[in-house]
C-alpha cells in the first residue's frame, strides 16, 4: 500500500478517479461528495494537502486536508455532521491496516500536527483505524463529541407538526410571530435556493455586527462559497 501527499490542486484526471472512488467508497457522504470537495480545495488552496492510497496504481482510498495555523485538518471541516476517509468499498481488514500504517507513517515523515473532528465512530473502517493509532508511536489525545440531532418528516407540514408538539417550542414560535411578525418557510426544491442563501447571509452579518464577533458573511469570497 502506498501513500501519495501533494499540497497543490490537482487536475481534471485525478478528479474523474476520485468521481469514481466515492462512488464506491464505504461511505459515500454527502460532505466528501466530488463537487463539493473540489470547490473547497479550489477556495483553500494554498493550504491543501491530498494523501491518495495506491494498490498497485490504483486508487482504492484518499483523503483531503487543510493546513490551520499549524495544523491540518480535514478540508470538510467547516461545522460538518462527520468528516471521513474516502475508502473504496471493497477494501479488506487487511488492506485497511496497511493503508493507516502507511497514511501514519507519512503524518510522520511530513512533521505535521493532526486534528482529526467529528470523526464517525460507526464507520466501517473506524476500529482498524483505532488499532492502527494505538500501534503507533505517535503522541495522541482522544475526545468523544456529542451528535447534532436531526427531526426528519415526510412533508414540511408533518415536521411542524412534530416541532408544536412541544410546549417550550410552540409558546417561543408564538410569541416571535407576535412580537416581530415573523414566518416559517420550507424549500423543498432549489427554485428559490440563491435568493433564500442570500438573506441568510444578511440576516446572519445583521445578527452579529454590533458584537466582538462580527459574521463571517460580510467577506464576499465566504459568501461566493456558501
Not at 465512530?121 to 483505532?130: H, K, M
Request: proline share 3%.
Amino acid at each position: 500500500m502506498e501513500a501519495v501527499v501533494q499540497y497543490q490542486l490537482p487536475g481534471s484526471e485525478f478528479w474523474d478517479d476520485y468521481r469514481k472512488l466515492w462512488q464506491k467508497s464505504m461511505h459515500p457522504s454527502v460532505f466528501q461528495a466530488p463537487a463539493f470537495i473540489r470547490n473547497l480545495c479550489q477556495y483553500k488552496k494554498s493550504k491543501i494537502a491530498i494523501i491518495t492510497f495506491k494498490q498497485e496504481n490504483e486508487i482504492v482510498g484518499a483523503a483531503f486536508f487543510q493546513k490551520e495555523k499549524g495544523v491540518f485538518r480535514f478540508i470538510s471541516d467547516q461545522k460538518t455532521d462527520h468528516n471521513f476517509f474516502v475508502l473504496h468499498q471493497s477494501c479488506t481488514k487487511e488492506q485497511l491496516k496497511r493503508l493507516f500504517k502507511a497514511f501514519l507513517q507519512t503524518v510522520r515523515e511530513e512533521n505535521w500536527a493532526l486534528a482529526l473532528n467529528n470523526m464517525a465512530s460507526w464507520a466501517d473502517y473506524w476500529e482498524v483505524f483505532q488499532n492502527a493509532l494505538k500501534e503507533s508511536s505517535l503522541f495522541k489525545v482522544s475526545f468523544s463529541y456529542s451528535v447534532c440531532p436531526v427531526l426528519e418528516a415526510i412533508s414540511p407540514e408533518a415536521l411542524a407538526s412534530k416541532l408544536t408538539k412541544s410546549r417550550n417550542t410552540r409558546y417561543k414560535k408564538n410569541r416571535l410571530q407576535k412580537e416581530w411578525g415573523i414566518t416559517f418557510e420550507a424549500l423543498t426544491g432549489e427554485e428559490h435556493l440563491e435568493e433564500w442563501i442570500t438573506e441568510f447571509a444578511n440576516a446572519h452579518e445583521q445578527r452579529w455586527s454590533a458584537t466582538n464577533t462580527p459574521s463571517g458573511y460580510r467577506s464576499k469570497d465566504r459568501r461566493a462559497f456558501l
